[in-house]
């Protein structure tokens, strides 16, 4: 069964960092790319960042790049997004996703985690 | 940046079809996917490739895409579709993946 567990969200300051991961388990991870999505409270879903399966091509929304690093750890099944120069606006449930099929053009995405609440407040 | 529009809101009777509408430029040469969101609850894809149905997800839901818009059907609609859905597609263009802004699809 695949599962999709984020962990590492909190309450932050504008200006501060966070770390936020994504264990998976019941597929073959590094065959699959990855993605961050995310939605603030009461609004629509949002992408983030991808990053491929080998963890050699990565891209951002124009929000985030420059702040925010992808990177995945193939050896324990792991998933990242540094979060730096949080900004209010920053404020989301941040899910990780799987997407469905491996290398596809225009990808859809079959399993989502739960989510991990970030808040950026003073 | 390429924009995927949806309505805000559609309703319907419970045994009736509806209807969701995405609007892109020229949209009818990409991909489409479609997910269904309840309250507190991750999305889950009901449609992608504009018409394909993952497993396990009712022959109720299908998917069109054509010239500038895409549409997702709920046949025979019941309570337990009331959810919000959002269509998803890949610019190449920008290397983005993009969301529409979600619609509220209300059983009455």
């Known amino acids: 069964e695949v599962q999709l567990v984020e962990s590492g969200g909190g309450v932050v300051q504008p200006g501060g960092s966070l770390r936020l991961s994504c264990a998976a388990s019941g597929f073959t991870f590094d065959d699959y790319a990855m993605h961050w999505v995310r939605q603030a409270p009461g609004k629509g879903l949002e992408w983030v960042s991808l990053i491929s399966g080998d963890g050699g091509s990565t891209y951002y929304a124009d929000s985030v790049k420059g702040r925010f690093t992808i990177s995945r750890d193939n050896s324990k099944n792991s998933l990242y997004l540094q979060m730096n120069s949080l900004r209010t606006e920053d404020t989301a449930l941040y899910y990780c996703?799987?997407?469905?099929?491996?290398?596809?053009?225009?990808?859809?995405?079959?399993?989502w985690g739960q989510g991990t609440l970030v808040t950026v407040s003073s | 940046s390429y924009v995927l529009t949806q309505p805000p809101s559609v309703s319907v009777a419970p045994g009736q079809t509806a209807r969701i509408t995405c609007g892109g430029n020229n949209i009818g040469s990409k991909s489409v996917h479609w997910y269904q969101q309840k309250p507190g609850q991750a999305p889950v894809l009901v449609v992608y490739d504009d018409s394909d149905r993952p497993s396990g997800i009712p022959e109720r839901f299908s998917g069109s895409n054509s010239g500038n818009t895409a549409t997702l059907t709920i046949s025979r609609v019941e309570a337990g579709d009331e959810a919000d859905y959002y269509c998803?597609?890949?610019?190449?263009?920008?290397?983005?993946?993009?969301f529409g802004g979600g619609t509220k699809l209300t059983v009455l």
């Open positions: 998803q597609v890949w610019d190449s263009s920008s290397d983005h993946e993009v």
């Open positions: 996703a799987k997407e469905l099929r491996i290398a596809a053009a225009g990808p859809a995405f079959d399993y």
